[in-house]
């Protein structure tokens, strides 16, 4: 899907996303986002990709990092992102192509980010040349697993058109993307390893339903 799409979307949903997202994990995505964090070890600096209202960024300088940024592709998601963390610095910015230095950065996040990246081989590229050596890399995700495949059918068949109704068709083709692009903890740990990351760490949520996945640059 275009980024400026994908972009608009998020805009279009930032007044509601934070109550949205607690509600569809019940409520447990703070302590999953601290989870993360907690796993990746503390630096100096955090770079958090799809950032959106800042949830992870303000974390992350509750944490320990001196410098925190967070990259997203909506703006009014960081018009809210920099309400709730003015200690944090936030910009426009695409993951594919950070505007940060080689081997600036001790981690990188991305909390229910990593299955929107349109060219995932791309961004770990970038994420390889702005880490340090042993610098980590932490995702939290959808899990891909039987239950995204039924779900993914119901969305195309039966659920549509209330869907279209509801949220109209750009949104929801958004959804069913996101369903789509959902990956196995074996897909992630194999473009990690492609990429010169080693998985140190894998935990499960949710039935099984959310993972979070931390590499280390080699």
Known sequence: MDKKVIGDIFSSVSGIYD?????VTLRRIHSWQRELLEYTDRGEVLIDVGTGTGEVALKGKRMGYKTVVGLDLSYEMLRLAVTKCKDCYFMVADAENMPIGDEKVDTIT??????????R???LEEACRVLKKGGRIGILDINKTALTDLLKF????????????????DKWDFFIHSLENSLTYDQIREELERHGFAVRKKAVKLGGAVLIIIGVRV
Do not use: M, N, Q, W
């Open 121 to 123: 081989d791309r961004f």
């Open 19 to 23: 109550r949205f997202l607690s509600a």
């Open 110 to 119: 991305l909390s229910l980010v990593y299955r929107h990246l349109t060219d």
């Open 154 to 169: 119901l969305s195309r068949t039966i659920l549509k058109p209330a869907g279209i109704l509801i949220f109209g068709k």
